[in-house]
Nanobody
Framework: QVQLVESGGGLVQPGGSLKLSCAAS????????MGWYRQTPGKQREWVAA???????NYADSVKGRFTISRDNAKNTVDLQMSSLKPEDTAVYYC??????????????????WGQGTQVTVSS
């Protein structure tokens, strides 16, 4: 049974940093690219960053240069280090497997299951 547990969110001032973690179980982790996604009220969930099983990374333009995704295949965890945070980064953040869209420009999750997410609030 797939389970994803996100943690590490909180309140941070603009320009600050935060590290999110995701613990995965269910036997799918090591073979799949993993991604971080975020959602704000009234908006669709959007892809933020992805890391392949081999460690290659990709980022949405909005976070490129500020966020770093990494994974530990031995521990079945994927982290998101966020720096230079902006108020527009405020959202609930989720992790999930990631599949590259046919255009090659973004990732999406093929699964309906989502964890509870972790709230990130960037505010002074």
């Amino acid at each position: 049974q797939v389970q994803l547990v996100e943690s590490g969110g909180g309140l941070v001032q603009p320009g600050g940093s935060l590290k999110l973690s995701c613990a995965a179980s269910g036997g799918f982790f090591s073979d799949n690219a993993m991604g971080w996604y975020r959602q704000t009220p009234g908006k669709q969930r959007e892809w933020v960053a992805a890391v392949t099983s081999g460690g290659n990374t990709n980022y949405a333009d909005s976070v490129k240069g500020r966020f770093t995704i990494s994974r530990d295949n031995a521990k079945n965890t994927v982290d998101l280090q966020m720096s230079s945070l902006k108020p527009e980064d405020t959202a609930v953040y989720y992790c999930n497997p990631a599949v590259l869209d046919h255009t090659g420009t973004y990732y999406y999750s093929p699964y309906d299951y989502w964890g509870q997410g972790t709230q990130v609030t960037v505010s002074s």
